[in-house]
């Protein structure tokens, strides 16, 4: 099994991006599937069958040709596995079709500041490993809708807990869904660099990718 991590920038670049596929490789280290890391938009206009699932890490801004787009829709056509993580929300806003499938697009984050995940739903390999109420540092992103009712959502932000939130009381922040025939995972969590050696971030992405491989 390999997983292709997806890591290409137009817009801000975090840190922790090499943190992340740290995380992914080591994780592939442990559960048994290997995986390719990627700045190149051409790897997604070639066919992507051999991959289990395509990770888009906080990518950000427009950064796909059309043949990468054609190709990742044909993935997702073919049953494949999608994942995002953090800033894949800041990602080709101007491509419907990838709203759609991540289910929801960036619009604003307040200060990095501690805050709590309410686990919504405990009965998904990313979430049933954490407590009910999760305490993290984060930037806590604002999205241009909630995704709630297209989308399972598994956990969301308490606004109450950090200063700044902008979406009240339904404030999905890691979900999943199946879109255009592909299993798709979204989680809002990771932007800083020492969050992806947390183990119990860490548990939460390899469920996220558990609930997406192709099979």
């Known amino acids: 099994m390999r997983i292709l991590v ?8 975090h840190a922790s991006i090499p943190d992340g596929i740290r995380a992914f490789t080591a994780l592939g280290e442990e559960h048994g599937f290997a995986v390719d890391a990627t700045e190149e938009a051409g790897a997604l206009a070639r066919p992507l069958g051999g991959y289990g699932a395509v990770v888009f890490l906080s990518t950000s801004g427009e950064v796909l040709t059309p043949e990468a787009r054609s190709g990742l829709m044909a993935y997702c056509a073919a049953g494949g596995g999608f994942m995002g993580v953090h800033a894949a929300a800041c990602t080709e ?41 999760w305490p993290v540092t984060d930037e806590w992103y604002d999205f241009d809708k909630s995704p709630r009712g297209a989308v399972r959502v598994l956990a969301s932000a308490d606004e109450a807990s950090y200063e700044g939130g902008g979406m009240g009381r339904d404030h ?26 947390d183990p119990d971030y860490r548990a939460h992405l390899l469920g996220g990718l558990q609930s997406v491989l192709r099979r």
């Open 6 to 13: 997806f890591t290409r920038t137009a817009g801000y670049r």
């Open 93 to 133: 806003e101007g491509w419907p079709f990838f709203g759609g499938l991540l289910g929801a697009h960036f619009v604003r984050h307040p200060r990095l500041q501690p805050g709590t995940v309410v686990v919504e739903d405990a009965d998904h390999p990313a979430t049933r490993h954490l407590p009910g109420r």
């Open 172 to 197: 999905p922040l890691a979900w999943c869904h199946t879109h255009a025939g592909a299993r798709v995972f979204y989680t809002a969590l990771g932007h800083s660099p020492e969050v992806y050696a």
